[in-house]
C-alpha cells in the first residue's frame, strides 16, 4: 500500500480480491446446500432520533412508512420509542434521547454505514419526485437506488430492487 493522503492508504486491489475468493471458497455454500436461518426475520432496526416530530414527518409524510406506535422507551425516563412499518413486517425505530447530548451522525466501525430499504420502483420514482419538491439532497446510483440523509444524518438507500436482488444479483 501506498498513502495517498496522510491517514489514508491505498488498497492492494488484487489482494483484496483474492481474500474474497478464498472467503467465497471456504464459507458460501450453494442455495440448495444453505442450512435454514436460526433467525425469522429483522424486528427492527433502531435509529436516534433528535426530534420526534421532525422525524416523523420525514418517515411517514415524505418516505411513505407509516407510524405504528409511539411508547415510552423504558430505557431512559423522558425517552421516546417509536416504530415505522417498512413492509413485510419489519420495523424501523427510532428513540431520541431529551437531555442527553448524543452528538451528531458519526461512521465508525460497528455504527450503521447506511440502511438499504426496497421499494416497488413506481414508489420509488414518486419519492425521488418529492425529494425535488422538498429539497431533499440525494444520489440516484445505478438507476434503481437513491442514496440521502435523514434528518438526523443517517445514511439511507431505497433500493428499486427486488428483496434478495441487488443490481441484478441475486443475493438471497
Known sequence: MTDVEPGRATPDLLEIEAQRSRIREQHL???????????????????????VERTVRFY???????????IDNRDYPGSSHF????????????????????????EVLGGLHHLAISVE????????????????????????SVYF????????????DPLGEMYGHVVL
Open 29 to 51: 455454500r450453494p442455495v440448495g446446500q444453505r442450512p435454514a436461518s436460526s433467525a425469522r426475520g429483522l424486528h427492527h432496526t433502531a435509529l436516534i432520533s433528535g426530534d
Open 83 to 106: 416504530f415505522f412499518d417498512i413492509g413485510n413486517g419489519n420495523l424501523l425505530a427510532f428513540f431520541d434521547f431529551p437531555g442527553l447530548d448524543v452528538g451528531p451522525y458519526a
Open 121 to 144: 420502483p413506481s414508489r420509488w420514482e414518486e419519492i425521488v419526485r418529492r425529494f425535488d419538491d422538498a429539497g431533499v439532497d440525494y444520489m440516484v446510483h445505478s438507476e434503481v
Open 149 to 160: 440523509t435523514d434528518p438526523d444524518g443517517a445514511r439511507i438507500e431505497l433500493i428499486a
Open 60 to 70: 411517514q409524510d415524505l418516505l411513505g412508512f407509516p407510524l405504528t406506535e409511539l
